[in-house]
Every structure is written in structure tokens, then in C-alpha cells.
């Protein structure tokens, strides 16, 4: 896969306060308390990467600005990943394995419907991770929507589900996914689900 060279946006700590709508010495205060992930510059001023920003901003449920947004979203489609699950435990344990796994992507989370929808717009991912029995949503319902909105760019869809997949995956409303994964994951069997979607995806694209 070739990687984007684009260089993703650092943040100061007084434009990560500014975006909270905190004073500077807040946003400081998060940095040295580890809750908010930084780096120290020669000069000694902290700095934020975007992606760690966005991360901050999620696991408090604030929302992320745009800006943000559109900042760690340089990659190109098929570079990106989204995973929509409202347990963040499982969805910060599949990111992590994904980006160990899969270099090159840039990944976002969304944890319900309603956020998976901005998320889908304004970053376009190559790949989305569902899980298909979200609170108060139908997950294969939003696979349909996505599948059936051009301006997506009809990404791939796994779908994590309760039951058996296999079972799952014979049904109507699967249709709109790739493939079908339970929830207590098989990570081998998913890593190379993943590489033969896209295999099929990159094939698909240059035919």
C-alpha cells in the first residue's frame, strides 16, 4: 500500500484549549496528567498531534470540531478506516490491532449512528467497521445507507454481530456487508478477511 505523505496537524496547547473552550492552563493540566497525549518540543511547549486530539475529544463524548476532522483526514479513501461501535473499549482495542496490522491508515471512531454519519462525510473511509447491533440503530440498516450513497465511494463493511455469523450472513440485511465477524473477534480470520477485501477492492478499482 502507498502511503500518503501528507503531514498530519500538531496542535498547541492554547489552540487545544481554545477548540474545549478552556483556558490554556487546563488544556496543561490534561497534558500532565496524561490524560491528553502530547509531546514536548525543544523549547519545552507541548504539542498534539491531531489524531490525539480527536481520541481526547471522543472518550469525553465532546465532539469533534470540523477542523479537527478535516485535519487528520489527508489520507486517501483507501486509506482510511472507520469504526462505529458504542463499546470503546472493543473500539479502541480494534483500532489498535488494525493500525498494528494494517499500516498506512488513518483511523476514526464513532461510537453511535448519529456520529458515524458525520464521520462518514467528512473522512470517506475505505473501510468501516460495524457493529451491527448498535443502541437504538440498525447497524446493517446505516450498511445500506452507506453502500447506496455514491458520494461514499462504496467502502468496504465488516459487521460485528451477536449471533452466528454465519447464519447472519445468509439474511437479507447482510447483503449490505462484506463480510460478517463475531463480536468475541478471531483476529487471524479477520486479518485475512481484510486482506482479501482488499485485494478485491484494489482490483476492483484498477479494472
Known amino acids: 500500500m502507498v502511503k500518503n505523505n501528507q503531514k498530519v496537524r500538531i496542535f498547541s496547547a492554547l489552540e487545544v484549549a481554545n477548540i474545549c ?3 490554556n492552563q487546563t488544556a496543561i493540566n490534561w ?13 519545552g511547549q507541548y504539542r498534539v498531534y ?5 481520541a481526547f475529544l471522543d472518550k469525553r463524548g465532546m465532539r469533534n470540531p470540523a477542523e479537527v476532522l478535516h485535519d487528520i483526514a489527508g489520507a486517501s479513501a483507501r486509506e482510511t478506516a472507520l469504526i462505529i ?5 472493543m473500539n479502541n482495542r480494534l483500532k489498535t490491532w488494525f493500525q498494528k496490522n494494517f499500516s498506512g491508515y488513518q483511523v476514526f471512531q464513532a461510537l453511535d449512528g448519529f456520529d458515524a454519519g458525520y464521520r462518514m462525510a467528512v473522512s470517506k473511509p475505505g473501510i468501516v467497521f460495524l ?3 448498535l443502541p437504538g440503530a440498525d447497524g446493517f440498516e446505516l450498511a445500506k445507507r452507506i453502500k447506496n450513497d455514491s458520494g461514499l465511494g462504496n467502502p468496504l463493511i465488516v459487521a460485528f454481530v451477536n449471533d452466528d455469523p454465519a447464519e447472519t450472513g445468509k439474511s437479507a440485511p447482510a447483503f449490505w456487508v462484506d463480510a460478517c ?3 468475541r473477534l478471531d483476529l487471524n480470520g479477520l486479518r485475512e478477511t481484510i486482506g482479501d477485501l482488499e485485494k478485491r477492492s484494489r482490483l476492483a478499482v484498477t479494472a
Not at 490524560?35 to 518540543?41: E, M, P, V
Not at 491531531?50 to 480527536?54: T, V
Not at 461501535?85 to 473499549?89: G, N
Open 85 to 89: 461501535d458504542h463499546d470503546w473499549d
Open 31 to 43: 497534558i500532565r496528567s496524561g490524560y491528553l497525549k502530547a509531546f514536548t518540543t525543544p523549547g
Open 21 to 23: 473552550g478552556v483556558v
Open 50 to 54: 491531531a489524531e490525539d486530539l480527536s
Open 131 to 133: 457493529n451491527a447491533d
Open 181 to 183: 465477524f463475531p463480536r
